[in-house]
């Protein structure tokens, strides 16, 4: 009887526990969501001079996955060189981003006094067939982290799940809190008969 009164006990904390890091951890998300999407409204704003993009394409494999998010630093030209992975707008038709490396840096294109790069994705064969000039160019990445521009796009694209998710996640929080707050209770006055009949 005692053994499963304090598993009942131990039940409750470790429920406490986990909603309250569930809950800071939702809190956080939010917030960091909430600054990723602002900052992603328009080609030019950043957060603290970083923006973020998902990896659509396997053409950086190894380094670089599908559904990998890759966090690039916003950049001039003169502060990227051969070898630097860069993200940047291949067409200025296009709202699409690339992020390639770069295999070669030419200054002074042609005499136009324009930066332009030579690209390739590390799981292609040849080098992309064409040219990046420097304002198509947003930075450099400065790390990844894998799979996350997954769970971005899906709370982008289907936000209507993601919020009705929160809420039954919530509820059910809530419920088994107050599961085990009566079990506490049953506990407790279990106690209280126990000291009332025992002998003195």
């Known amino acids: 009887m005692g053994k499963q009164k304090n598993q009942v006990h131990t ?5 406490e526990l986990v909603r309250t890091i569930f809950v800071y951890i939702l809190s956080a998300g939010i ?3 909430a600054l990723l999407f602002a900052a992603n409204r328009s080609p030019d704003k950043s957060l603290f ?24 630093r916003v950049q001039n030209a003169d502060s990227i060189h051969e070898g630097d992975v860069i993200t940047f707008n291949p067409s200025n038709d296009s709202d699409a981003y690339l992020t390639h490396r770069v295999t070669e840096k030419i200054d002074n294109y042609e005499g136009t006094g324009v930066t332009c790069f030579r690209t390739k994705g590390d799981a292609n064969n040849t080098e992309d067939s ?3 000039d420097e304002d198509r160019v947003i930075g450099t990445v400065q790390f990844h982290i894998p799979k996350l521009g997954v769970v971005v796009r899906f709370v982008q694209l289907r936000w209507y799940f993601v919020i009705p ?9 809530h419920l088994m809190q107050i599961y085990l707050d009566d079990e506490d209770e049953e506990e407790e006055e279990e106690k209280q008969k126990e000291q009332t009949t025992d002998p003195e």
């Open 130 to 132: 064409f040219l990046i």
């Open 31 to 33: 917030v960091i969501a």
């Open 49 to 72: 001079g970083f923006r973020y993009y998902t990896v659509l394409t396997d053409s950086m494999r190894p380094a670089l996955q599908t559904g990998d998010m890759v966090i690039v």
């Open 11 to 15: 039940g409750s904390n470790i429920l």
């Open 165 to 173: 998710l929160i809420i039954l996640l919530f509820v059910f929080f």
